[in-house]
Structure formats: structure tokens, C-alpha cells
């Protein structure tokens, strides 16, 4: 039982950095034609990718925290 949990962990981390590198790269693209293109829409789209990136490398910090704990 104690195996297991590590386990479960390690897949939350790969999927956990798997949705950060998702974000960073929406950030990324629509940050770029805001600046680029001058595209307002895509603005408020990199700014909704940036807060859900915050919180993603928040989580991020906690479970790495709590790995490097044991």
C-alpha cells in the first residue's frame, strides 16, 4: 500500500507539468499576437493562460514540497 501512493504521485507530477507546458505554450502563442498583431482578444486570452499558470506552478510547488519531504 505505501508503494502505491508514490506512484499515483509521480503521475500527478508528469500530468501537472504536462498542463503547465499546455498553458505556457497558449501564454506563449497569444501573448505573441498580442504584441505582434496588436490583438486585444488574444491579450485577454494570454492573461486567462497566465493566471491558470500561476495556480498550475503554485500546485506545482506543493506536491514537489511534499516529495521532497519523504
Known amino acids: 500500500m505505501q508503494n502505491k501512493k508514490p506512484?499515483?504521485?509521480i503521475i500527478d507530477m508528469k500530468t501537472l507539468v504536462e498542463n503547465?507546458?499546455?498553458?505556457?505554450?497558449a501564454f506563449a502563442v497569444n501573448a505573441a499576437a498580442q504584441?505582434?498583431?496588436n490583438n486585444k482578444a488574444a491579450g485577454t486570452r494570454a492573461r486567462k493562460a497566465a493566471l491558470?499558470?500561476?495556480?498550475l506552478l503554485?500546485?506545482?510547488r506543493k506536491v514537489s514540497v511534499e516529495?521532497?519531504?519523504k
Open 35 to 37: 504584441v505582434e498583431k
Open 7 to 9: 506512484y499515483n504521485t
Open 20 to 25: 503547465i507546458a499546455a498553458q505556457y505554450e
Open 58 to 60: 503554485k500546485d506545482f
Open 67 to 69: 516529495e521532497a519531504k
Open 52 to 55: 491558470e499558470l500561476s495556480k
